[in-house]
């Protein structure tokens, strides 16, 4: 299963960014998907996961009320709408899949795509 997270870039706090984590090779309705980011220097870090079939999503208590995870099972493909975006939010941001659903540890996550840069100017 390959993954490939896209839609980075910079933006002013405040401001909104959308990313996209593109999947191929495997049963994409299979996996629960999930988004982590790493800021320099520091541990990967949760941010949001989604059911298989978006029954639920999950979110850190950092980004609850500002970022929005979402799937389309028929483009293969996961979201994470970010808004209301802090300079504490930057990082870069990796998109996870989980064959297994029921954990979100960084550890637990089968598949990874590489990430995409996120930098919030104050």
């Known amino acids: 299963v390959q993954l490939q997270a896209s839609g980075g870039g910079l933006v002013q706090a405040g401001g909104s960014l959308r990313l996209s984590c593109a999947t191929s090779?495997?049963?994409?309705?299979?996996?629960?998907m999930a988004w982590f980011r790493q800021a320099p220097g520091k541990e990967r870090d949760f941010v949001a996961g989604?059911?298989?079939?978006?029954?639920?999503?999950y979110y850190a208590d950092s980004v609850k009320g500002r970022f929005t995870i979402s799937r389309d099972n028929n483009k293969n493909t996961a979201y994470l709408q970010m808004s209301s975006l802090k300079p504490e939010d930057t990082a870069d941001y990796y998109c996870a899949a989980n064959h297994f659903g029921g954990s979100w540890r960084p550890d637990d996550m089968d598949y990874w795509g590489k990430g995409t840069q996120v930098t919030v100017s104050s």
């Open positions: 090779g495997g049963t994409f309705s299979s996996y629960s």
């Open positions: 989604i059911s298989r079939f978006a029954s639920s999503t």
